[in-house]
């Protein structure tokens, strides 16, 4: 029983999982963000490619 008890604790104790649940949350989060702020994001890219090309024919 007190080999039992002890696997338990130690099971409690680990914190191995926290960097992955840490992890999951922050794509969460990203992920939340994009979904939010996609039509800037979308407006954004295209102008810097714009520009990239635009300038690119300078070079």
Excluded at 26 to 45: A, E, H, R, S, T
């Amino acid at each position: 029983m007190n080999y039992l008890m002890n696997k338990v604790k130690g099971f409690v104790v680990e914190e191995d999982g926290i960097g992955t649940v840490e992890m999951i949350l922050i794509l969460v989060v990203l992920i939340g963000l994009v979904l939010i702020f996609k039509d800037n994001l979308n407006q954004l890219v295209e102008s810097l490619f714009k520009t990239i090309k635009a300038q690119a024919g300078r070079v």
